[in-house]
Structures are given as C-alpha cells and as structure tokens.
C-alpha cells in the first residue's frame, strides 16, 4: 500500500503528504486518475480501430446508415454518470471535513497582506511569513486580508483557502508529519504575488511546546517573528552589521529591498547611507541614521521620488526594538559599492523542502 | 433534391468574391459571405496578438527568477493574453466566421434574417477591441482577464478602458446570438425539418441562446465595476461597504457559460466533419443536438464551481460540484456518438479529419481533468494553479482551435474555392499537436507540484516543466505559423478546388464553391436528412464532376 502510495504519488509529481487529509485525497485522485485513464485510452483505442477498419475505399463509396438503439444511449449516459457520482461521493464528503474544523483545534489567526502572510496565536506571538505548528494537533486557521484577495495554499495538505478583505474564512489542519513546507499565494495579487511565500513548520509536538513556552515566558520577547533556524540564531558575540542582516531577514525586508542596487518593491539599500535622496514632492533629504530608523517606523512620512504608487512598506513602530533598528541601521551603513568585500546575499532566498 | 445542382446554368453568375469589387464595397458589404471572411481576418489577427504575448509569458517564464521582463510587464501580458484570445478569438471566431458563412447555407436561406446588423456586429468588434487593447497596453491594466475585485478596482493601472471594450465586445456577441436565433427559426427552406438541421446549425442555436441570456450578465458587471472604479460607489470593494465575492459570482455567472459559447460552435464543426470524412448520418444525432442544448441549459448553473475555495457555503459547493458533472455527462455523450460515427464509415484521413481526431483526444483528457476538479474536494488543490491553467487550454486549444483548424481546412475550399497543400496541411497538423501536448502535460504536473498561476518567479524545483512547456510552446507557435503560410500560398497559387472536393452531402455543399453572391437562385427544397451517404453517389454531386 505505502509502496503503491508512493509510485503513484511519484509518477504524478505530487509534493510530500503532511497529512492525513491529504494522503486520502490523494487516494481519490489515483483512483479518478487511473479509471479517466482507461476510460479515455479505451474510447480512443475504439476511435483508432475504426479509422483503420473503415478505411474509404473509393472516393464515393456509399455507406449504411446506423441509428442507435436506446440501449446504446443508455449506456452512453449511464457509464459516465455512474462513475461521475462515484468521484463525487468519495470527494464530496472529504471536502466538507476539510471544511469542518474538530471541536479543540487550537485557532492560529492569518492575515494577508500584499506580499506577505502575518501569523497570530490568540496568545501570542505573532510572526510573518513562517508559520509554527505541533504536529498531530489539529489547527484552525481564521483568514483574513488588509488589502486583496489572497489565497492561502500549502501544497503539502493540499490545502487552500482564500483571505478575503473584510471577512473571516476558516480553513483546518492536522500535519503528522514534522518538517517545513512552502505557503504560497495562491489568488492573484499584483506585482509580489509569485514572492508572497511563507514557509510552514511542523515541530514534533513537545519541541513545539518548549518553544511556545518560551515565547511566552518573554525569554526573547523582541522576536516578533517566526523563530530564527540554527543558521540564523543570533550571535551576540557578532558584530552589529551581521545582527542587523539577520534581523532584516527575519522581518521580510528583503521582500522589498535589494542589496544589490537591483530595482525591486522599495529603494535599494545598496549605497543608500549618506546619500542624498529625492523625495516624492520634489524635497531631497540626506540618507541618515535619523532619516532611515524614521523610513522604519513611519515609512509613508517621507517617500522617495517614485515610490508613491508602491508605498506599500508597513510600520515597524513596535515590532523592532531600538537595538534591532540600530543594527539594520548598521547593516544598511556597511552596503557600499566601494567597500573591500563584495557582498554576497541577495535577498529573499527561498529554501525549498529538502527531499521528496 | 431540388436545390440547383452546383453546375446548373442558373449558378452562371459571379461568386461572392467577385461580384463587387474595391475596399468600399468590403466595407459596406450586408452578404453574410463576406462578412465571415471579415471576421476570419480580424480574428485572426487578433489570435496573432494573443499568442504572440502567449510565447511572451512563455519566455519568461524559462528561468525562475526574472528572465527578459520585470513582474509588471508580466502581469499586463498575461492579462493581454487573455483579455485578446478571449473576447477577440475564442468568442467571436467560430460564430463569427463559420456561423456567419454557412448557417444561411445549410439551411437554404440568402442571408441572415437581419443584415444590416450583421454588419453592426463587425463594426462593435473592431470598436471594442480597438478601445481594449489601446486601453490595455496605454493603460497597462494589470488585474487579469477576470478582473477580480477588490485588486481591479484598487490598482493603480487603468483599467475603465478594458472594461468598455469588453462591454461593446458583449453587445457584438449579443446581436450576432440575436441574428442567428431568429434566422434558424423563421428562414428554414421548406424541407429543412427541425430534426434534418445539420448539427453545426443547432450547436450554433445553443450558443446564441446563451450569447443572449449570459452575456447582459457580464455588461452588468462591468459597468458597476465602472461605477466603482471611476464614480468610487461601494459594490464589490469591503473598505466602501461592498462584497467583492459578490464580483466572483456575477463574472462567472457570464464567464463559465461563455466557457460553451467557445466549444460548443467547436463540438457543432466537428460534428460536421467528422461525417463527411466518414461518410456517415451522425450516429445519435438527436443525442447530439439535444446535448447542445443540455450544456447551454446546465452551463447556467455550474458558475460557483470557481469558488471552491472562496468561502461559500460548503452546501453550494456540492451542488455547484454536481450541476458540473453534467455538463460533462451531455460531453460525454457526444464523445461516445463521434467515435460510433465511424464504425462502418468510410474513412478518408485527410487534414480536416486528422484535426478531429486531435479534437477528439484532448476534449476526451480536457473534459475528464474537468470532472476530476469539479470533485470538490481535489479542486481544493489544485485551484489556481497550472493544473487549472492546462485544464482549460485542453478545452480551449486543444478543444477549440482543432475544431477551428478542422472547420477552417474543410470549409477552405468552399470559401475560397482552392485547395491547399495536404502534405504541408498534415506536416503542419502533427507539429501542432506534439507542440500542444509538450506544452501543457508538463503544466499539469506543475499543477500537481503546487505551482499558482500567474506567477512571474517560482521555486526553482518547478524550472525543469516550465522549460518543457516553452519549448512545447515554441513548436506549436511555429506549426500556427505554418499553416498561416500554406493558406495565404494555397490563395494567390491553389489549384481551385471544384464544388465539392469531399464530395459531402452536407447542405451548404449544394452550391458551388465559393458561393455565388446570391445563394440560391432558386428556392431550395430538401428532401433528406444532412450527411445520408446510404444510397450510392448521389445525383447532384456526380453531376458537379
């Protein structure tokens, strides 16, 4: 059976299953994709012999004329409408469970955004962009958008819902299987869509639960995002400018900021610091330390010539502390064409699921 | 049978074509004949535009990150693309071209019963695709062929111009329905039964009741997206007070019949066709056409199964899910006829016939895939991603432009009255289908992967399909070109084909080819059924020869 799961699930280039909803439904697609399969191989098997049997023969050859019987249309219906149904009713019931979220599910809160996903346990923390599960729990995710319609897709429960503006839609879950899996932006959603991305973590249950307790005992009440991997976890012994990088890539700056001098979403940091600006109004002000914690906290107070149309940057009054903006602030100071070593990070790159 | 055979004296006078000359005369023109061969220039200029920023997207989308243009410029092409292969090809096309030129033919009529707007319509299609696309590419319009609020009433593109080109694109679409209803009622030659209507007649009946009934729906609309847009009302948007699912539902409530009024003039050619090519009566012919009618009827009632995963009640889905399934029930129906529609025929495998054949295979897998999304729950994965993308151009192109191509390379010579090369017509017809098949299997899986649509960069694991898919494209891009290339040779060189190269006793074949600029000189009687080949040659078409 799991041999069969997964030649099928293989031959068909589906994503791992994270679930158990999902490996059923996947049950219902090998068995719709194997009996479509025959059905259409035979009716063009059937076509294919009668080209090759009823080959014309003279230009105008006469032919008989064949009228169905009504048993012929019967089964012409019939078969189809009896398969038809029974594709309905194996898949019917699976998407109202998935509609049908158990008493108990713990509610995970989702906000979408353009171009990012927003994350809240009713008691905390909050985070963008990665989201923390426990395995073998269900969770209920309550979606909402500030903006557009948004989807919410995790092809791993193959799972979707679309985050409306101004509603609640609800959606649940239980991943068994612990590791991270890609969120996508499923509904159209102007120029960030294809890199609205989020990642779902799923942690055996009690690491879960370590975790969440130390979220809320405050042991690092400044991390308002999801929780840095081993990679990133900071290093205090580190200097301001490699803080200030890992923080900027914990809250999703480079969604919007290059470090490269490429354009993107928001101005480049590349040579940012010490430059003079022009701004949206004709204004100029000169690049700072004031100017740019100011950008953080208040990014619509002041913007840059050209940016009005995608003044879509969020406030980070609250989410960064004074320490973390003071080192973005450091990090943005150390991006210069002339400095020694070139830089190598460009931005946002996604880390695929390792593995099949 | 009493329609004039094809060589009589009475036909001595010039065709079509060449009874008046000059652009003028184009231009003004109220002979169905000609206005067909208008729409068959304007529309295919316009699938010209649509797959020319097909192969846009398609470029690049070779690498995952940007390849040759920045995600703005993306945006607008996919929306180019569907906005032109949409309202500018696949609605008006078949109707336009093929309903305009042969349903006054095979039903022994001069002309449709309204000329004058007839010619209307040509005008309303070239005003309101001139407004759109000029809106499109000045206005750089952003949102998608579906315009789903709240992002089409919020973007900072424009987008006002898209929407009135659509609106007089509509009133085209509308009036030609409108032409075409009254003409098969009340200009049947005596003889032409109900039930002796040849099945690309009631096809084209079923599409212009839902042209009529469905498309007021979508000019509703729009003109409230309008209002929104431009007088700034709360209708759709939720930061006015409005409800912007309440968009979804009156879009498709337009948009998923408009899905039938582009196969159904489709599934009307191939009937045609195929027997012709076969030599046969359609096998169920009353299965056949009264399935057209089926599809026009449910296609109303099928709209919510877009919104899978929207929010709506799950109670809706499962009906919405069910009402889609007959749809492809009464599809089903005709597959099973087409195929028993060659048994005992006399098959000659020529370019219309390979065409119905590739018809046949992707509607087969196009339809099938429909059933498997209209499943409810597996809709759940894969709405709005490729495998959705690759569902509908099986229908769509592998659906509708084969039964174009079929339609086009079996009616050429009763247009133009010359013959185009075979060899090329064949070479050309399996480049197309080893270039359509490369091109949209690969999206399927990508589907299947989890890859969105309308995506300008993806992961890096989705590369390797997406580059399949562009070289597939590639190919097909090059097979369109081709047969572009042998039809404009097969004009100016073609050797004239003769009244009735196929020798079909399809209706519209009773006059010569091309037509005379009057039909029928004389009032024809029909005295048996369309496509009878039971009885030896039959009289007339011997006569032509």
Redesign the interface.
Known sequence: MNQLNEFFRQLLFLPTQASQWSRELDYLHYFVFVTAMLGAWTTLATATVFVFRYRRKTAEQSTPIVDPKPIHEVVFIGLPLVLFLAYFAVGYPQYVRLQTPPKGAMDVYVQGKKWMWKFAFPGGPNSTDVLRVPAGRPVRLLLTSRDVIHSFYVPALRMKQDALPGRYTQIWFNADRPGRYPIFCAEYCGLGHSSMLGELVVMPAEEWDVWMEQQRRGSQPLAQDGQPTAAEEPDLRGSLVDQGRRIAAVQGCFKCHTVDGTQHIGPTWLDLSGRTVKLEGGKTVVADEAYLTRSMMEPNAEIVAGYKDKAVMPTYQGKLSAPDAAAITEFIKSLRTDAPTAEPQKGPIYVPVTGK | MSPSPASSPAYNTPNYLNAEKGVRSWLTTLDHKRIGVMYLALTLFGFFLGGVFALLIRIELLTPGPTVM???TY?RMFTLHGVIMIFLFMIPAIPGIFGNFFIPLMIGAQDVAFPRINLLSVYLYLLGAAIAVWGMIQGGT?T?WTF?T??ST???TTVAPVLLGAFILGMGSIVTGLNFIVTVHTMRAPGVTWMRLPLFVWAMYATSVIQVLATPVLGMTLLLVAFEKVFGFGIFD??RGG???LFQHLFWFYSHPAVYIMILPAMGVVSEVVQSA????M???K?VAFSSLGIAFVGFFVWGHHL????QS?FA??VF??LS?FV??FT??K???W??T????????SAPFVYF?GF??FL??GG??G??L?????D??W???YFVVAHFHFIMVGGTIMAFLAGLHYWWPKMFGKMYSERWALAASVLVMVGFNATFIPQF??G???M??????????FQA?NVASTAGASLLGFGFFLILFYLVASLAKGRASGPNPW?SRGYEWNTPSPPNLLNFPETPVIDRGPH??????AAE??HAH
């Open positions: 920045d995600a703005m945006n952003d998608g789903y709240p992002y919020t973007t900072v939720p930061a409800d912007p699912i076969a030599r046969k009566n096998f169920g012919y299965a899978f995963t929207s929010g799950t889905s499962g899910g069910v399934m492809g029930l089903a129906i597959v099973f006829n195929t028993a060659l048994y005992q025929g006399a098959i000659q495998v054949m046949l295979y087969i897998f099938l895939t059933i498997a209209s499943t409810v729950s597996l759940v994965h709405q709005d991603t899986l990508l299947n992967m989890g969105p649509r309308r995506y300008y960069s993806y992961p890096e694991q399909l020798f009878e080949y039971q009885d030896g040659p078409v011997k």
